[in-house]
């Protein structure tokens, strides 16, 4: 499909493609920082049968890249469904490149144990769709992603 996505706001979205208010839909994001590669992961339920989707946000240290942090929000949005015996979910991302891997089933070297518990799980739900959307749609997702990022940047390194 070929659209201007920078200029939907989540309600254009639900109106534009259809989001299926009866599926379970989880805005995921991932912040990330290059220099201590510590992130903050998020996910955002929204739409019916949510109530065990409570969604989530957490921060994790010696993280790859900012793309292995996105994979980790996708990973936990569809860990977090299938626990709950979800029977479907929609994952919206604003990572077009993560999106295309998942859609596509491709692979990456360096992800490819994080696509392959995605894969397993979602599999595993009678339906589970991955969605680009833009970074304008992802809001929610986005400001918890960094305050879990900022949380993880704020405290000392546990261990020693």
Same mark, same amino acid.
């Given at each position: 499909? !070929?659209? =201007?996505?920078?200029?939907?706001?989540?309600? $254009?979205?639900r109106?534009?493609?259809?989001?299926?208010?009866?599926?379970?839909?989880?805005?995921?994001?991932?912040?990330? +920082?290059?220099?201590?590669?510590?992130?903050? %992961?998020?996910?955002?339920?929204?739409?019916?049968?949510?109530?065990?989707?409570?969604?989530?946000?957490?921060? =994790? =240290?010696?993280?790859?890249?900012?793309?292995?942090?996105?994979?980790?929000?996708?990973?936990?949005?569809?860990?977090? *469904?299938?626990? /709950? !015996?979800?029977? $479907?979910?929609?994952? @919206?991302s +604003?990572?077009? &490149? @993560? %999106?295309? &891997?998942?859609?596509?089933?491709?692979?990456?070297?360096?992800? !490819?144990?994080?696509?392959? +518990?995605?894969?397993?799980?979602?599999? =595993?739900?009678? /339906?589970?769709?991955? %969605?680009? %959307?833009?970074?304008?749609?992802?809001?929610? *997702? +986005? @400001?918890e *992603?960094?305050?879990?990022?900022?949380?993880?940047? $704020?405290s000392?390194? $546990?261990?020693?």
């Amino acid at each position: 499909m !070929n659209f =201007r996505k920078e200029r939907f706001s989540q309600k $254009s979205f639900r109106r534009e493609r259809g989001w299926p208010r009866e599926r379970p839909v989880c805005f995921v994001d991932a912040a990330w +920082d290059a220099t201590t590669r510590n992130c903050g %992961i998020a996910g955002v339920f929204k739409g019916r049968e949510t109530a065990q989707l409570t969604g989530f946000k957490e921060p =994790r =240290r010696a993280v790859d890249s900012a793309l292995t942090a996105e994979a980790l929000a996708v990973r936990k949005a569809v860990m977090e *469904a299938y626990t /709950a !015996n979800a029977e $479907s979910l929609v994952v @919206l991302s +604003d990572s077009q &490149l @993560l %999106i295309g &891997l998942l859609q596509t089933k491709s692979s990456r070297k360096e992800l !490819n144990n994080i696509l392959t +518990d995605i894969h397993h799980f979602s599999s =595993r739900l009678s /339906a589970c769709s991955f %969605i680009h %959307i833009s970074r304008l749609c992802n809001v929610g *997702a +986005d @400001l918890e *992603a960094k305050s879990a990022l900022l949380s993880v940047n $704020s405290s000392p390194p $546990s261990g020693g």
